[in-house]
């Protein structure tokens, strides 16, 4: 069966340092991958997308990048953290040619201070 | 722009009652999903809906998609405290074109 980890779990970091949050997916190959992030207790706001190694797609300009080094691992990413960077972030997996259903990681809660 | 409203935002019940939400949109979606998420955890999908009209039942969940594939209905019978969570919808053509909702709170009391 197929599973999806993301790590660290909670993450505090000081203004100006830098971020990476990985994800990992098993079971699957060539899935589409996508970063999301979600303010409190509300909906996700679609960050990068990809749909291969190397590919990846930006919806929403930022300080944060994402990068696809292997076909199940994504890689988000930040040089230089802001306040506003805090929030929940989501990892998920969807099958090529699928209904859209998506298959979300745990999760990660950054804190910015 | 495509956008999703769900309501109500908050909804608190007692255990055994039925309460139904909403997902409605001015434009059309190929299909719609529902998910729901727990605090501190990633939204699991519940359901896809493709055709006008639709009915899916998920023991005592019952999703409709709208005949004109614009909107969406959640309806729990007999509520229990398991229950609990955000409960978000979406729907696009696509994944990287999923249009999401703000969410649903729901909290069943014992």
């Known amino acids: 069966s197929q599973t999806i980890h993301q790590w660290p779990a909670t993450l505090v970091q000081p203004v100006g340092s830098p971020l990476s949050l990985e994800c990992t997916v098993e079971?699957?190959?060539?899935?589409?991958l996508y970063w999301y992030r979600q303010a409190a207790g509300r909906g996700l706001q679609l960050l990068f997308y990809?749909?291969?190694?190397?590919?990846i797609s930006s919806e929403v300009p930022q300080n944060l990048s994402a990068s696809r080094p292997q076909d199940r691992q994504f890689i988000l990413s930040s040089k230089k953290l802001l306040l506003s960077d805090s929030g929940f972030y989501l990892c998920?997996?969807?099958?090529?040619?699928?209904?859209?259903?998506?298959?979300f990681g745990e999760g990660s809660r950054l804190t910015v201070l | 722009t495509q956008l999703l409203e769900q309501s109500p935002q908050f909804l608190s019940i007692q255990e055994g009652e039925n309460l139904t939400v909403y997902c409605n949109s001015s434009?059309?979606?190929?299909?719609l999903q529902w998910y729901r998420q727990e605090p501190g955890e990633g939204p699991v999908l519940l359901v896809t809906?493709?055709?006008g009209g639709e009915v899916k039942k998920l023991k005592r969940l019952t999703f409709q998609f709208g005949d004109a594939r614009k909107d969406s209905s959640l309806h729990i019978t007999a509520a229990q405290p398991g229950d609990t969570g955000l409960y978000l919808c979406?729907?696009?053509?696509?994944?990287?074109?999923?249009?999401w909702g703000a969410g649903t709170k729901l909290i069943i009391k014992p």
């Open positions: 979406a729907g696009g053509k696509s994944n990287y074109q999923l249009i």
């Open positions: 990809s749909v291969g190694i190397g590919q």
């Open positions: 998920a997996w969807s099958s090529l040619g699928s209904a859209g259903e998506l298959f």
């Open positions: 434009s059309v979606f190929s299909s």
């Open positions: 079971g699957t190959s060539n899935p589409n």
């Open positions: 809906v493709v055709t």
